[in-house]
């Protein structure tokens, strides 16, 4: 199993908008959590940028994993905790290219 | 993995197995004299070989009958897309997928094809159609995503929906047509979902889209399709005339 990097594109479905702050914080908390769980497991961030200026999406948030497996797991967590019904998305996995610095 | 939608009458969810779809749309591209040539044609027959070794899939036929045909198979989409071919494999994980894509891809593929690779696992069971056909000359790769009227709408409409859709696949096997599943891209691409079918005509698959249009299939997703005719991929990778 060979390191990926992740590429998560988001913004906020129109809906959201419409959930109360505590709502919305309770969300926030329990994709924070996943997150932390894919930290723990060998996962590591890379940062969440805003890109709203220059895209159809709001943010760009980038990930290494360990392997493509861990790149789904991550995912599957958080889609299993509404992420992808509160939030549109586009993501993208890819290999290092042998050789790179 | 949890489920992006729950089974219905018409799927089964699959046990979980590790295993990879490795579907793809590809557009052949002009080269210049000499670029893809009987050495690129060669490392990609081998590979290709060497990847069936490996308990790669090489077809949709494959889904259904696994020692099928080791050949492998897609369906030629260029008289009505921008893409030449679609088609489909399956890889024993999906790591394995993902490298696989990276050796096609060094092999000469990349070379031959602009590609749009779709990776992952599968949800659901394999679904045969009705009768006793044998002819499935004929393919049809479905993309979809859930649109923001899904997203917002409540468990119980979505049941509903799902129940009402269930009445066009049952149409869709009515008519011959072998479902292979469902697989989910969502981890990896902006598409959710793909479906792939076997068809024996166009007009099957024709009279099968009506049936989901009647059945509002597409309130809650924006799709994409493609359909294409039986064929072997070695047709695609011929080398250039010098």
């Given amino acids: 199993m060979s390191e990926c990097i992740w590429i998560h594109y988001a913004r906020p479905r129109p809906h959201w908008y419409g959930l109360d702050a505590a709502t919305q914080a309770a969300h926030e908390k329990t994709w924070a959590m996943a997150a932390e769980a894919s930290l723990a497991a060998g996962g590591s961030r890379l940062g969440r940028y805003h890109i709203r200026g220059q895209q159809d999406f709001e943010t760009v948030e980038i990930w290494r994993f360990p392997s493509a497996e861990a790149a789904f797991e991550h995912w599957s967590a958080l889609t299993a905790a509404a992420y992808g019904e509160l939030n549109a998305f586009a993501n993208n996995i890819g290999l290092a290219i042998e050789g790179s610095p | ?242």
């Fill in chain 2, 1 to 242: 993995m949890t489920l992006l939608t729950e089974a219905t009458d018409i799927f089964a969810a699959e046990k979980r197995s590790g295993r990879c779809l490795v579907a793809f749309a590809a557009k052949r591209q002009p080269l210049g004299s000499g670029l893809f040539g009987s050495d690129q044609v060669r490392r990609l027959k081998t590979l290709l070989q060497a990847l069936r070794a490996e308990g790669w899939l090489m077809s949709v036929r494959a889904m259904f009958e696994p020692n099928a045909s080791a050949e492998p198979y897609v369906f030629d989409t260029g008289f009505a897309h921008e893409m030449d071919m679609v088609g489909a494999f399956e890889a024993p994980s999906l790591s394995a997928a993902l490298a696989g894509t990276v050796r096609l891809e060094q092999a000469g593929w990349a070379r031959r094809f602009a590609t749009e690779w779709l990776l992952g696992p599968r949800e659901f069971s394999t679904v045969q159609g009705r009768g006793a056909l044998t002819d499935h000359s004929w393919g049809f790769l479905a993309l979809w995503e859930w649109n923001d009227a899904w997203s917002a709408a409540t468990k119980a409409e979505r049941r509903a929906y799902d129940e009402e859709c269930d009445v066009a696949f049952k149409g869709d096997v009515a008519l011959g047509i072998n479902i292979a599943g469902r697989h989910r891209l969502d981890w990896a691409s902006p598409w959710h979902h793909a479906g792939l079918w076997e068809a024996s005509s166009l007009g099957s698959v024709d009279l099968a889209m009506q049936g989901h249009e009647a059945a509002a299939d597409f309130k809650f997703t924006t799709s994409r399709h493609y359909v294409g005719r039986l064929r072997p991929l070695a047709d695609f990778i011929e080398p250039d005339p010098d």
